[in-house]
């Protein structure tokens, strides 16, 4: 028996078990086991990470990264503060100072083994102790990835190549401003360690970071409650329910990871559970987080799938007469960027029923509170990933009730609107491309590729410094991303955003930006490879540097499937 205080340490007591024998009361058990990174019970209320919030320019944050074996059998990871919370939620405006130490505290946990059997764990000889340069990655080495700020990729700031902090050392100081035109909207972090990302995200280890100001760009969601939902993935609590009568004939297929294979039905056994702020929504039952909201109110919901492996499809399903009709979702911000920055020619929101959000990506909608007594549902429709891609079914996530009373979010935006500064430079969509390159997914039974067309597919070999692409600082391309494998990958680049220009050879011309992107899947049926083109802006002077682009399903990427790309300054 387990119980979750909100906020703070958390002590999980083991049963105490008085038994009389022969007349004779016996203490068999009475321990008190301290649970690391403790999780909420299914169908709990989802509450708000801890928020930490800049002040005065800076924010100063302790992060210690922990992990554990929970009583549940499940391998947890978490980011620790002083009080016991675990993984904030970092706030910032733009040219805010972020001073984070982390502490590794990781262990190997039991039966687990130090090497990941994708990696090609390079441990450096002689290891150096400077976590800039030890490049050793191993199970209990670690380090942060601020996904999708536009922060220089050098050591104490986003470097994911080289720096590694192993248990030993001292708490890792991570310090950089929030760049001053960085688009408000939704970050986060989470380590980056090739050979051992995925074990570490899919146990827990990430949080949400904001930069503050999104009603700057989309005065409607001015003065909203907020709610940040953390969407992460675990191994199956029960592997074993592939037989319940509940899923007649979804017999689960297993890949080389080991998870299930897509069933093609929208049902069957999921390759992973799924968890909303570590509320734990798990196989079979699904049985769904909860959240209260007052009827009609409009809330902005920040969502970011941190999962390791799993695609996500939202949807908000209220019952309406006898059957769930999707309810329209106002997104405004895709990837951290609102829809209409940097100089785009579209709208601010724009209202859909559902929306795909790949490993790494983030969608901010406005979510409009249901009728009171119509059920509501948050939830994840069926993504097919392909024949060899993980299964990723229909379930529910969260259960929305409408109370007039519902508590309030802990944080709203600001009701003022002083409008964000005019874009330094022209929309990215309006730049003819300096040149055009392709590069293509891959993969074969035990290795995963991203190539650049005419070379041969070889995973990413940590221990090389050598970039398969060199690009001039103030350039703009366009990358053509080709899928040659029978799976979906998210291709995801690290310091940039993107423009998505041809989907499947259609031209889109989409007028957002995006930090990562679907590549639909190849059949045997389909005549040409299946392509996305994006358009790579590499105009921003923090760019420069060497960096990582790859996909986002995290074994792929700890499996080989990362490239090195180098910016450099421009020619004077
Ligand atoms: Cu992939």
Known sequence: ?????????????????????????????TEAVRD????????????????????????????????????????RYCYLLGDGSQSPTLRLKPGDLLVLRLKNNLSVAPGEPKHAHHAQVHEAPGTSADPCTSAAMTATSTNLHFHGLTIPPVCHQ?????????????????????????PPGLYWYHPHIHGFSSRQVLGGASGALIVEGIERANPEVAGLPERVLVIRDQDLAKTD???????????????????????????????KDLSVNYVPVTYPNYQPAAINMRPGERQLWRVLNATSVTYLNLAVLVKRGPKFRAQWMGVVGIDGVPLNANGSPGHGTEWLQNIVVAPGARVEFIMVGPPVGAP?????????????????PNRPLVSIVATSDAQEPHATLHKATEALPPPARPWVGSVHPTRVR?????????????????????????????PSIVVKQGDVEDWIIENRSPERHAFHIHQIHFQLVEWLGLAVNESFLRDTINVPFYTAAMKSYPSVRIRMDFRDPNTVGTFVYHCHLLDHEDGGMMGLIKVEPPAR
Not at 54 to 70: F, H, I, K, P
Not at 160 to 180: G, M
Not at 446 to 452: C, G, I, K, P, Q
């Open 1 to 29: 028996m387990r119980s979750v205080a909100r906020r703070g340490c958390k002590i999980a007591l083991a049963a105490l078990l008085l038994a009389c024998q022969g007349g004779i009361a016996t203490v068999l058990a």
């Open 36 to 75: 690391v990174c403790p999780r909420p019970v299914p169908g709990a209320t989802v509450e708000d990470p801890e928020e930490l919030r800049s002040q005065n320019g800076v924010l100063n944050v302790d992060l210690t990264a922990r992990n554990e074996v929970g009583q549940d059998g499940s391998t």
């Open 158 to 182: 986003d470097d994911v190549l080289r720096t590694s902090i192993q248990p030993d050392d001292p708490p890792f100081e991570y310090r950089f401003r929030i760049p001053a035109d960085e």
């Open 241 to 271: 329910a592939s037989a319940t009568p509940a899923n007649p004939g979804m017999q689960a297929f297993v890949d080389a990871d080991g998870d299930a294979i897509n069933s093609g039905t929208g049902g069957g056994v999921p390759a």
């Open 376 to 392: 509501a549902m948050l939830v994840t429709r069926w993504v097919d990933t392909g024949t060899t891609g993980e299964n990723d």
């Open 438 to 466: 392709k590069l293509f997914f891959s993969e074969d039974a035990a290795h995963f590729y991203l190539t650049l067309d005419g070379q041969t597919p070889r995973a990413f070999d940590p221990a090389s410094t050598q």
